[in-house]
């Protein structure tokens, strides 16, 4: 079946430890984004892919990185320089980066220790 | 600018009808979503409205008013594996791409 797969369920961060988060996707879809959600928020733009080897910042782009090394995974890496990296995060998919819906993962918890 | 604004949360009785609504203001408008979401899951794609008018697809229902900048979600014959957050989304205008903008989703809850 195909689909999109985060990775981790949940994971915990230690104070100025990086961690990265997986999504891989077997769609065939060439753009892929990463979202943040705060508890009673909207998904916010982390970073989105429209092709292998280009990404841009969305609008809260900043203590994240990413990387498109393969069309089917873009890992987001939280780094020690996001101070507030509780939250869901959200992986998603689509044919292509205008007026296409998305297709999400299933979510990674992320809580600090 | 871009702005999307939907209630936070609303209440209705099983088997009833709700209208959730979405005011935008977006440049270049083109095309409003509405994902449903359930507490800790992915947000699943419900409808998508390009055109003014109403799109009916089984129990739900969705209208676009480009003109006034708004829509709404309309869900009949209520029942309680509808309580969840209803998000409205529309792309907007960023650089050489058009990326979906969410409100903050409005919370359902379903009462027997």
């Known amino acids: 079946d195909g689909g999109i797969t985060q990775s981790p369920k949940y994971l915990f961060r230690k104070e100025g430890q990086n961690v990265t988060l997986s999504c891989e996707q077997n769609?065939?879809?060439?753009?892929m984004y990463w979202y943040r959600q705060d508890p009673g928020q909207g998904l916010r733009l982390i970073y989105y892919s429209q092709i292998v080897n280009d990404f841009q910042k969305g609008d809260i782009a900043e203590g994240y990185s990413v990387s498109r090394e393969k069309k089917e995974s873009f890992p987001l890496t939280v780094t020690s320089a996001q101070k507030n990296p509780t939250a869901f995060y959200l992986c998603?998919?689509?044919?292509?980066?205008?007026?296409?819906?998305?297709?999400f993962g299933s979510g990674t918890q992320l809580s600090v220790l | 600018g871009q702005n999307i604004d939907q209630p936070t949360e609303m209440t209705a009785t099983e088997g009833a009808i709700v209208q959730i609504n979405c005011t935008y203001q977006?440049?270049?408008?083109?095309?409003l979503f509405w994902y449903q979401q359930h507490a800790g899951e992915a947000p699943t794609f419900l409808s998508y409205n390009v055109l003014d008018g109403l799109e009916e697809k089984g129990r739900f229902s969705s209208f676009l008013s480009r003109s006034k900048g708004y829509s709404y979600l309309l869900l009949k014959e209520l029942q309680m594996k509808d309580s969840a957050s209803y998000l409205c989304?529309?792309?907007?205008?960023?650089?050489?791409?058009?990326?979906?903008?969410f409100g903050s989703g409005t919370q359902l809850t379903v009462l027997p």
């Open positions: 989304a529309a792309p907007l205008s960023s650089g050489s791409a058009r990326q979906l903008t």
């Open positions: 977006t440049s270049g408008f083109n095309g």
């Open positions: 769609l065939n879809h060439d753009a």
């Open positions: 998603a998919s689509s044919t292509r980066t205008t007026n296409e819906k998305l297709f």
